[in-house]
């Protein structure tokens, strides 16, 4: 999925500095800042016990398909309920025949539709263009079929989170958006004309089943006990909450008070201490010196809010810090915007082995 600071492209990087580092001491991980839940994702099919934890809602219902998870799911009671209905295909899952019933549903006009689309909103002095009408509407009726199945009794939690996962993973491939959902775009991008259709998620069926937290990780900080301690919080000030609202907003379907141009939700409580320098560099204090950990890792990058001296500072306080930096591809443009001038951005590796 496109989410800031995804580290998917970065895992061997990660895995390569870790591994020779001595830096994956046991078999437990901690993901304290899941997001896509990536990372968590990697070391679990590595074999490692994996808890992860994100404050967005739909960072756990992804959590819980690719972590709380290990195997494809049989849907045995949902498969008797719409047997009729299903179209077995050769070879198919059972997995891939339902997602086939849920693309050929029909649309529903609910919230999504009536809030988020242009045709839901045209009465308002804006309309909203972040999907198409019949996207919107599909979106709507996929979600709602979801939530009707869980309250019926007929899919099992891990088969619910993965339906709910599909929707969330599939979603993105269709929002008239350039990247994040703070706005949309004013005309349609090619890829938000496409009828939506629901893509399988490549699960994560070897490896333990881990945990999955939906909790300002700072609460978990005094009951952690882990091995190694993974840390991937935001760089910036700009915060995870309203730039994933519609993503937040689908997986919860709670019908929230949208305000703005972009209907962003209330995320009051969904703040981050990291997206505020004074703060992060506290609250990073405090999971240094509070969680159990035999090596904490702190992935960032050069342009991040937290200065290196002032990181490695407050890391040294609990053990022997040391920094692993990469050119990544990624490019900071001068301020005239001439190529020549690029700058480089370096993703950073901060290994804190506990005294
Ligand atoms: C850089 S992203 C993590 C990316 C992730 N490693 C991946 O590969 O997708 C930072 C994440 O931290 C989460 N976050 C920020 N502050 C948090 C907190 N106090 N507790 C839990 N999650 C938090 C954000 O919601 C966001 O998902």
Redesign the pocket.
Known sequence: ?R??????KLLSYIDDILSKNNALPGERFF?????????GKYFKEKGYTVTS????YF?YVLQQAYIHNSKEPSFDKLGKFISNKLAPRLMSTPYEEVLDYLNSIQGTEGYIYKNFTEEGTKTTPTPRKFFKGDNGKKIDAIRQTIEGWKKKGLLSKNEYFILLATLIESVPFYANISGVYGAFLKSYDPRAKKDLRLRPLSLSTKGPVGSAFN?????LVNSIETDTL?L????NAR???PN?HLLETIAEYDDPEIKGVAGIRPYNN??????NPATALE?LGKIAGGAKYKVLVL?YNSEGIMPQKKILEVLSKHGNAKIYEVDYRRFKSNSNGNAEHKTHIKEQLYVLKRA
């Open positions: 999925m989410f800031i600071g995804n580290k998917t993901d304290f800042f899941a997001g896509t839940a990536s990372v934890s994100d404050i967005l960072s909790r300002n990780s700072m609460e993974y991937d919080p935001p760089y915060q995870y909450a994933y969904q703040k981050s201490e990291f997206c609250a992935s």
